[in-house]
């Protein structure tokens, strides 16, 4: 049977951009190993043009950040009526903000910490909340623009009020949570392993950690209790669930675990376009289920669609 023109959407104009391309790269290259015909895409503002004179049967959404997996490009090819992978335009939309995303998750008993959303410009010299804590902007992956604030620093990061900020006037600032970093992949209604991110040689799994050769190691499955393991399955599955999700997500969490081992665990939010880098860790997670990177991207194939 003829396999499907898949064109894989990748690049963007995003801070994501980078690693948008290794993304689409690796995907693309996998989806030919797999029989498809494939286009690949370097998305620009003429994006709905392009697609309406190639006319592929699906589109595989690798876009990251802004424009990519906030529900804009979702919605163009809603327009179009291409189907596509990943989540629809409200799931996109709402996951893709931080606060929004937590409220919902929350109604859902999904244990979120502690947040607020402020302009940058309002934190002036005075903590907005009692240190230690993390500041991060409301809609941007990839760590971009996240900062950690320290038990003993006398003021917030000077950075907030800089020029060269990039990202964005509204930041949340959300209670710092100790412990381990933990994520699980869920795809389409089947919730996929825990797996356990150590960075190396970094403060936290930040920019070089995650796409960096090397900058983190990926533990799965986690070395966590069984019931821990289970309670973070159910809880990424009922975030995808909450959110409406569709397609691939992961779902990302802290686990302090430093004075017993129920601990306190804390979702921190889910992403829906999940990154398929080389270094990627859905893709590992995946592999640990015996799903191999082709064969989870042709079932990402199969199960785009309009409408989502």
């Given at each position: 049977?003829?396999?499907?023109?898949?064109?894989?959407?990748?690049g963007g104009f995003s801070s994501e951009r980078p690693v948008s391309l290794s993304s689409g790269a690796a995907c693309a290259d996998a989806l030919e190993?797999?029989?498809?015909?494939?286009?690949?895409?370097?998305?620009?503002?003429?994006?709905?043009?392009?697609?309406?004179?190639?006319?592929?049967?699906?589109?595989?959404?690798?876009?990251?950040?802004?424009?990519?997996?906030?529900?804009?490009?979702?919605?163009?090819?809603?327009?179009?009526?291409?189907?596509?992978?990943?989540?629809?335009?409200?799931?996109?939309?709402?996951a893709m903000d931080k606060e929004r995303a937590k409220t919902v998750a929350r109604a859902a008993?999904?244990?979120?910490?502690?947040?607020?959303?402020?302009?940058?410009?309002?934190?002036?010299?005075?903590?907005?909340?009692?240190?230690?804590?993390?500041?991060?902007?409301?809609?941007?992956?990839?760590?971009?623009?996240?900062?950690?604030?320290?038990?003993?620093?006398?003021?917030?990061?000077?950075?907030?009020?800089?020029?060269?900020?990039?990202?964005?006037?509204?930041?949340?600032?959300?209670?710092?949570?100790?412990?381990?970093?933990?994520?699980?992949?869920?795809?389409?209604?089947?919730?996929?392993?825990?797996?356990?991110?150590?960075?190396?040689?970094?403060?936290?799994?930040?920019?070089?950690?995650?796409?960096?050769?090397?900058?983190?190691?990926?533990?799965?499955?986690?070395?966590?209790?069984?019931?821990?393991?289970?309670?973070?399955?159910?809880?990424?599955?009922?975030?995808?669930?909450?959110?409406?999700?569709?397609?691939?997500?992961?779902?990302?969490?802290?686990?302090?675990?430093?004075?017993?081992?129920?601990?306190?665990?804390?979702?921190?939010?889910?992403?829906?376009?999940?990154?398929?880098?080389?270094?990627?860790?859905?893709?590992?997670?995946?592999?640990?289920?015996?799903?191999?990177?082709?064969?989870?991207?042709?079932?990402?194939?199969?199960?785009?669609?309009?409408?989502?």
């Amino acid at each position: 049977m003829k396999k499907k023109h898949v064109a894989v959407l990748m690049g963007g104009f995003s801070s994501e951009r980078p690693v948008s391309l290794s993304s689409g790269a690796a995907c693309a290259d996998a989806l030919e190993a797999e029989g498809y015909r494939v286009t690949r895409v370097d998305v620009d503002r003429d994006i709905g043009r392009v697609l309406g004179e190639l006319k592929p049967d699906v589109a595989f959404n690798a876009l990251h950040g802004p424009y990519g997996e906030d529900g804009t490009i979702q919605g163009v090819l809603e327009f179009l009526g291409i189907p596509y992978t990943h989540s629809g335009v409200l799931a996109s939309a709402l996951a893709m903000d931080k606060e929004r995303a937590k409220t919902v998750a929350r109604a859902a008993g999904v244990p979120v910490a502690p947040s607020l959303v402020v302009n940058r410009f309002d934190i002036g010299a005075q903590h907005p909340m009692p240190p230690p804590y993390v500041v991060k902007p409301v809609a941007e992956g990839s760590s971009f623009g996240v900062v950690i604030v320290r038990e003993d620093q006398s003021h917030p990061p000077q950075i907030l009020g800089s020029s060269e900020w990039r990202y964005g006037e509204r930041v949340m600032v959300e209670r710092y949570v100790h412990g381990r970093e933990l994520t699980c992949a869920v795809m389409g209604e089947r919730v996929l392993g825990v797996c356990e991110i150590v960075p190396v040689g970094h403060a936290f799994y930040d920019y070089d950690s995650k796409y960096v050769p090397g900058g983190s190691k990926h533990e799965c499955p986690a070395k966590i209790s069984p019931n821990i393991y289970q309670k973070i399955q159910t809880l990424s599955l009922a975030a995808h669930k909450a959110l409406g999700c569709r397609g691939v997500s992961r779902s990302d969490f802290r686990y302090d675990d430093r004075f017993s081992q129920e601990g306190e665990l804390v979702w921190l939010e889910l992403n829906t376009q999940p990154g398929m880098t080389p270094t990627s860790l859905v893709p590992d997670i995946a592999a640990e289920a015996g799903i191999g990177f082709g064969e989870l991207l042709s079932w990402m194939v199969e199960d785009a669609s309009c409408s989502r």
